[in-house]
């Protein structure tokens, strides 16, 4: 996953529910250099809460996208955000 574009990331999602393997495989993406650009905001939610579990990000363009956990796959989260990524990247290599 091209992590370099994100300025913002939020994750909601219960630690016990079915939501909870793609939401952790998402955060350990992220890379510890990113930690300085990128603000990750990280919210447990119980099973009995009215919240909804949600994986959001928000690319340096003010590109927000996101989808629930428990209906995507980690890999469908990577093509989702790698395919805007490119885009990103694609504009760069032109502005130079």
């Given at each position: 996953?091209?992590?370099k574009y994100f300025t913002n990331v939020t994750?909601?999602?219960?630690?016990?529910?079915?939501?909870?393997?793609?939401?952790?495989?998402?955060?350990?993406?992220?890379?510890?250099?990113?930690?300085?650009?990128?603000?990750?905001?990280?919210?447990?939610?119980?099973?009995?809460?009215?919240?909804?579990?949600?994986?959001?990000?928000?690319?340096?363009?003010?590109?927000?996208?996101?989808?629930?956990?428990?209906?995507?796959?980690?890999?469908?989260?990577?093509?989702?955000?790698?395919?805007?990524?490119?885009?990103?990247?694609?504009?760069?290599?032109?502005?130079?």
């Open positions: 996953m091209i992590t994750v909601k999602f219960n630690p016990f529910g079915k939501e909870a393997r793609c939401a952790r495989s998402i955060l350990s993406q992220i890379p510890p250099s990113l930690k300085n650009t990128c603000q990750v905001k990280l919210e447990l939610i119980n099973g009995s809460s009215k919240k909804q579990p949600i994986v959001q990000v928000t690319f340096k363009d003010n590109t927000v996208m996101g989808g629930d956990p428990r209906k995507l796959k980690l890999a469908d989260f990577a093509n989702m955000f790698d395919k805007h990524s490119k885009k990103l990247l694609f504009k760069e290599e032109i502005d130079k």
